[in-house]
């Protein structure tokens, strides 16, 4: 068990670039991350890593042994699952990701009836905003919203979701109600945009006669937590693009109402997205199977 710990270890550092980083993923010291490496390499006879005061890089047989060791772990994760299925039992921990909204909504209050039902299961759940990186960050699943572009994961898409451009009637009061997206712009008005690196939600993809366009947006206010947008736009200070079962509850009290309805952003899917080398983990499709028809099923009530 200890040479495949090395292994695992081996895999996360190549994967995040960071013997602390790695450590940390593994819930251990730095000092312990270092060790596994070094006692890999002693079994090996070679340098899988160069390192220097600032950086960390695989070397080229630190490379060639990667994608055997992924290979390793998962061959171990079939067969551990195997066993699973064979007393009907599974097994083991998953690593879940979802955007705060997602997260907060649907997946977090159904943990505890999945986890009744499975209960050698454990869930590890991320919640962020921000892009998540699948194979960086060593998660099994990830709930997304919006159109993936990583052709390295399984998608199963689980459904539509309609977007609105919304505000308090506070702001409307005071500066109006633009009819589309070039009113948008042209009256200056106040966006609350969804912001982190690499982020596009400062582009709106709204429709309009000739279809689809990108209106490039800014105003007084980012954050990289939607559920702050929210809250801003709740206080009168701007416009927010939101997904509807995020604010629908607002919307039925009037405390955020439809703005520019002659352009509606495009609508949106929610999907769960799976790295392909681990779809024979059989927890995994027992945890998109419980979720994907709750998810749908709320979604269809807002």
């Known amino acids: 068990m200890a040479y495949i710990n090395n292994i695992k270890m081996f895999v996360r550092v190549f994967e995040l670039g960071s013997m602390s980083a790695a450590a940390r993923d593994q819930r251990c010291s730095p000092a312990l991350a270092s060790s596994r490496i070094a006692d890999?390499?002693?079994?090996?006879?070679?340098?899988?890593?160069?390192?220097?005061?600032?950086?960390?890089?695989?070397?080229?047989?630190?490379?060639?042994?990667?994608?055997?060791?992924?290979?390793?772990?998962d061959?171990?994760?079939?067969?551990?699952?195997?066993?699973?299925?064979?007393?009907?039992?599974?097994?083991?921990?998953?690593?879940?990701?979802?955007?705060?909204?997602?997260?907060?909504?649907?997946?977090?209050?159904?943990?505890?009836?999945?986890?009744?039902?499975?209960?050698?299961?454990?869930?590890?759940?991320?919640?962020?905003?921000?892009?998540?990186?699948?194979?960086k960050e060593g998660l099994d699943m990830v709930f997304h919203l919006g159109l993936p572009e990583d052709s390295n994961l399984k998608i199963r898409v689980i459904a539509d979701c309609p977007r609105l451009l919304c505000a308090a009637p506070s702001y409307i009061e005071n500066h109006g109600n633009p009819a589309d997206g070039a009113a948008l712009l042209a009256e200056n008005h106040a966006c609350l945009v969804l912001r982190f690196p690499g982020s596009k939600e400062f582009q709106w993809t709204l429709m309009t006669t000739e279809?689809?366009?990108?209106?490039?947006?800014?105003?007084?206010?980012?954050?990289?937590?939607?559920?702050?947008?929210?809250?801003?736009?709740?206080?009168?200070?701007?416009?927010?693009?939101?997904?509807?079962?995020?604010?629908?509850?607002?919307?039925?009290?009037?405390?955020?109402?439809?703005v520019a309805e002659q352009a509606r952003p495009v609508a949106t899917q929610l999907a769960c997205l799976t790295p392909h080398r681990k779809m024979k983990d059989s927890k995994i499709g027992l945890f998109a199977d419980f979720m994907a028809p709750r998810i749908k099923a709320a979604l269809e009530t807002v």
Do not use: M
């Open 40 to 73: 890999l390499e002693s079994h090996l006879g070679t340098r899988l890593f160069n390192r220097t005061t600032r950086a960390l890089q695989p070397t080229e047989n630190g490379r060639l042994f990667y994608d055997g060791a992924c290979r390793v772990l």
């Open 211 to 258: 279809g689809p366009r990108r209106y490039s947006v800014s105003g007084p206010f980012e954050s990289d937590d939607g559920d702050v947008l929210t809250a801003w736009a709740l206080e009168g200070h701007g416009i927010v693009l939101k997904p509807v079962f995020e604010v629908a509850k607002h919307l039925e009290t009037g405390r955020l109402v439809s």
């Open 75 to 135: 061959a171990v994760a079939e067969a551990e699952a195997t066993i699973a299925d064979a007393v009907e039992s599974p097994r083991g921990t998953l690593f879940i990701g979802a955007g705060l909204g997602t997260g907060r909504r649907f997946i977090a209050p159904a943990l505890p009836e999945f986890k009744a039902l499975y209960p050698n299961i454990d869930i590890r759940l991320r919640l962020s905003d921000r892009a998540i990186d699948v194979i």
